[in-house]
């Protein structure tokens, strides 16, 4: 079984601070994580995913994020806001090794005020 | 590139009515989904198929229907529409032989059901 949990469901920040979205996993097997954006009215996009190797992953848009498997972590990072980044955040596990459903958390709306 | 084709965009219906959602994508991947998203609830699975022929239940298939036609379309289906089933619907596709679960997101359609 596998489940995520995403801390606040809505976050605000000013424009050119930091932003921190917060993802927590569980996993009984070594996990894929990812991070999507949705934009209003739009589908989802990947952000950006960690598989395997490197555990600091960058993404579009000037997001990272870092797996950190001692915190069961995966939170997402940018270190200056701007209006564009509005947008709801999806975080997301599946477990590696063959055909794995991928799970949601509930989403993290993001705010940016000018 | 259309990447995953969704329609209708919007439909509203009455209680009992029956409607189809249809998706279809391009990219020759072999699994798809239908996920439906709902306000503080992230998306939840209601039907997926991993590849032509085969589909199987996600975790909210009561009151669904899928039908995986061919490698392209996806189409999922309400038999008798409930007021509890207004939702935004998603069709999402990878390639799960070739990466690593990254999912390919239509742009939703948006049901009401009076």
């Known amino acids: 079984a596998q489940s995520v949990t995403q801390l606040g469901s809505h976050v605000s920040v000013s424009e050119g601070a930091l932003v921190l979205l917060r993802c927590n996993y569980s996993s009984s097997v070594p996990p894929y994580l990812f991070w999507y954006v949705q934009y209003p009215n739009q589908g989802l996009q990947l952000l950006l995913k960690?598989?395997?190797?490197?555990?600091l992953v960058k993404g579009i848009n000037g997001f990272e994020a870092e797996f950190k498997k001692s915190e069961t972590s995966f939170h997402l990072t940018k270190p200056s806001a701007h209006m564009s980044d509005a947008a709801e955040y999806f975080c997301?596990?599946?477990?590696?090794?063959?055909?794995?459903?991928?799970?949601f958390g509930i989403g993290t709306k993001l705010q940016v005020i000018p | 590139n259309a990447g995953v084709t969704q329609t209708p965009k919007f439909q509203v219906l009455k209680t009992g009515q029956s409607m189809t959602l249809q998706c279809a994508q391009d990219m020759n991947h072999n699994s798809m989904y239908w996920y439906r998203q709902d306000p503080g609830m992230g998306l939840r699975l209601i039907y997926y198929s991993a590849s032509e022929g085969t589909t199987d239940k996600g975790e909210v298939p009561n009151g669904y229907n899928v039908s995986r036609l061919n490698k392209r379309e996806f189409s999922l289906r309400l038999e008798s529409a409930a007021p509890s089933q207004t939702s935004v619907y998603f069709c999402?596709?990878?390639?799960?032989?070739?990466?690593?679960?990254?999912?390919?997101f239509g742009e939703g359609s948006r049901l009401t059901v009076l």
């Open positions: 960690y598989t395997t190797g490197a555990t």
């Open positions: 997301a596990v599946r477990a590696s090794g063959g055909y794995q459903k991928v799970t």
């Open positions: 999402a596709s990878n390639h799960e032989t070739a990466n690593t679960g990254e999912l390919f």
